[in-house]
C-alpha cells in the first residue's frame, strides 16, 4: 500500500519533472522562451488548486479509493493528448486538463494516511511515500531528458502509460479504510483486506496514576506527549460539532484559524514555490551553467535526487525517534532548521564555477530541502481533528498549488528579463540544449535572489515551536467525528 501511495505521487513528481526536462527541446520546437515553458508548469497546478476544495469535501464524505483511481485515470489519458500536441497553444490545453485530474492525490493520500497509520508511525511513512513523490521526479529527469533526444513526445508517451496499470492496481489491491483510525495497521499485518474486515483497531487503555507507558504502546505520540506535560487546549478552537457535518465555508474557515496550520502552510508553499522553480530550470541550468553535455546534466540531477530521497527517508525516522523521547516541537523545528540551512548550502552550490565541487554541495542542500517534508505532513494530522484531514490537506494544497503555480512563471520571467530575452524569443540557439551564457546567467541571478524564500520559510517555522503543542492539545479535545466506524455514503451518478 505504502508502495501504490508511492506511486501516486511518483506520476505528480514526473510529470512536473518531465516540463523541465525537455524544455530545451520544447524551446527549440515550438520557439518560445523560460516564461512559456514556465507557464508549461504553472497552468496544471492553477487548475488543480481550483478543483482542490471540493475534491477535500469529497474525500471527506465518500470512498477515497475509487476517486483516487479514476482521477489517475484520467490523469494518464491527458498525459496521453500531451504527447500528440500538434502546437504551444494544444499543448498548454492538455496541461489545463491534467490540472483538472491532479487535484485528488494530495487530500485523497493524506486522509488515507491518517486512516491506515497510527500516529507513532507516520513520520516515518510519509517518508517512504514521499519517497515515491522524489523518485517520480528523478524518472521525469532522467528518462524523459533521454528520449527527448530522440522527440519529446515520446517523454509524455511514456509518462502515460504507467498511469492506467496503477489506477488499476489500486482499486483492486487497496480496500478503503474505516475513517478516524479505526483500520490502523500494525507491524507484521500481511493482508490488507483481512485487516480492515477484521474491525476497529484496539487502543492501549490509558496510563494510571504515575504509570508510564513503552513508547512502543503509545498510539498518537504527540497528544500523548501533550497530555503528560499538562498543555491546555485553546477553548475557542475545541471543536465540538461533528467535523463531517460542517459546511465547506466553516470548515475552511476553522482550519484557517489554527495558529500552527498557517504557519506551517506558508512554510510549506515558500519551500515548495523554491523547488518548483528550481526543479523546472534546473537542466537548463547545469546544461549551461556548467557547460555540461546532456549525460552530464542527467548524472548530477541524479545525485541531487538520491540527495532528497536520502534526506526524505532520514528525517522522517529521526523525528518519530524524537518524539517518542518527549521532543513535542520536533515535527515544526527540525522542517524549520531545513529551510535554513537548504538556503545556506545552495549558495556557493549555484554560484560555483565548477561542476565536481559545487554538486555536492547541492547535493547536501537538496536532501535538507526534502527533508522538511514527512515531519511537516505529519504534524498536520496531530493538529487537526480526523473528520477535517481531507480539507485541511485540499485548504493547504490550493495555497501550496498557487505558490508552485508562480514559481516557474517567476523564475523564468525574472531570468529572461536579467537576460534580455523577450517571452516571445527562446534562449535556445540551432542547437537544442545548448542555452546562451545570458540566459545561463539569468537562472543563476534567478536562483540566487530567491533562496529568500527558504530562509523565510523556516523563521515561519520556528515561530510555530510555540503554538504546536497547544493545537495538538486542542485537536485531541476537539469532536472528531469519527468514533464510531461509519458506512460510506455512496456518490451519486
Known sequence: MIAIFGAVL?????DNATVGAVAPQLEHAFHIGNTKIGLLSSVALLIGAVFTIPVGMLVDRIKRIPMLSLSILLWSVASLLSAFAGSYSSLLLTRLLLGAVTATAGPAIASLT????????????????LGGEIGGTAVGFIVSGSVAAITWRAAFLLLAIPGFFLARELYRTVPEPQRGGHSWLEPGVMDLKEAVASGPAQPPPPPTEGEELPPEEVDDLAREAVRRLGVEPDPELVLTEDPRTMGIVDAVRYILSIPTNILMIISSSLGYFYFAGLSTFALLFV????????????????????GALAGTLISGRITDQLLRRGVIEVRVWVPALCYLGAAALLVPGILGSHLTPAVWVDVAGASLLSAANPPLDAAR??????GLWGRAE?????????????????????????????????????????ISPGAARGLEISF???????????VFLLRARHTYPRDVATAAASHQGSDDPVTEPQASA
Not at 523564468?412 to 540551432?430: F, K, M, N, R, Y
Request: avoid cysteine; proline fraction near 7%.
Open 114 to 129: 491518517g486512516d491506515y497509520f497510527p500516529a507513532r508511525e507516520r513520520g516515518r511513512v510519509y517518508a517512504y511515500i
Open 10 to 14: 511518483a506520476l505528480n513528481g514526473a
Open 394 to 434: 485540499s485548504t493547504r494544497t490550493v495555497l501550496r498549488s498557487l505558490a508552485q503555480a508562480l514559481a516557474p512563471l517567476v523564475f523564468g520571467g525574472l531570468a529572461d528579463l536579467i537576460a534580455g530575452i523577450a517571452p516571445e524569443q527562446s534562449p535556445i540557439g540551432t542547437h537544442p540544449g545548448v
Open 287 to 306: 546544461r549551461g551553467h556548467y557547460h555540461a553535455s546532456q549525460p552530464e546534466a542527467e548524472l548530477v540531477l541524479a545525485l541531487l535526487v538520491a
Open 448 to 458: 540566487l535572489l530567491l533562496l529568500g524564500t527558504l530562509g523565510a520559510a523556516g
Open 381 to 386: 494530522l496531530d493538529i487537526m481533528p480526523a
